[in-house]
C-alpha cells in the first residue's frame, strides 16, 4: 500500500533572498510584490462578488412581491438575480477586466432601474414614486453603489502594467 502524498511545502526563501518559481528562482524583491498583487486582486475581486451577492439577495426578498404587483418587474429581478450570479462567478474565477466592466454595468443598471422607478415610475407600477426611504431599497442603492465603484476603480488600476511584468 503507498502512502498518501504529502502537500508541497510553501516556497521558502533561498539563502541567496530568492524564492523558488515554475521558471526558475524568482527574486525576494520581486516575490514580495507578486504576493501583495495577488492578495489585493483576490480581495477586490471577492468584494465584487460580495456586493453582487447582496443585489442577489435583496432582489430575491423583494421579488415575492412583485410575482402578484407587476409580474413584468419580477422578471426583471429575476434577470439581475441571474446575471449577478453569473458575473459574481466571472469574477472570482478569472482575472478578466471584462468582468470587472460587467460587475459595475449590472450594478449600475440595477440602481438605475431603481432611480427610475422611484421618481417617474415603471408602466403599471407607480406606486413607489417618491419613496426613497424603504429599507430594501436604501439597502440596494449601497450595495449596487458601493459594487459599482469597488469595480471601475479595481477596472482602472488593472489597466496599469504590473511592477512584476519584465
Known sequence: M????????????HENGTFAADDGLLPADRAVPLL??????????ATI?????GLVVIHAVDAVGKWSETRYVFWMYMAAIVGAMT?????????SRTALLAAAGLSLGVLLGYVVDR?????????????????????SMVVEGLTAAVAVAAYALSGHRSPLAG
Open 2 to 13: 503507498s502512502k498518501p502524498a504529502t502537500p508541497a511545502a510553501p516556497p521558502s526563501p
Open 36 to 45: 501583495l498583487e495577488a492578495v489585493r486582486d483576490s480581495a477586490t475581486r
Open 49 to 53: 462578488a460580495a456586493g453582487l451577492g
Open 87 to 95: 458575473v459574481g462567478a466571472w469574477t472570482i474565477f478569472t482575472r
Open 119 to 139: 421618481t417617474v415610475g415603471l408602466p403599471g407600477a407607480t406606486d413607489d414614486i417618491g419613496n426613497w426611504t424603504e429599507p430594501l431599497g436604501l439597502a
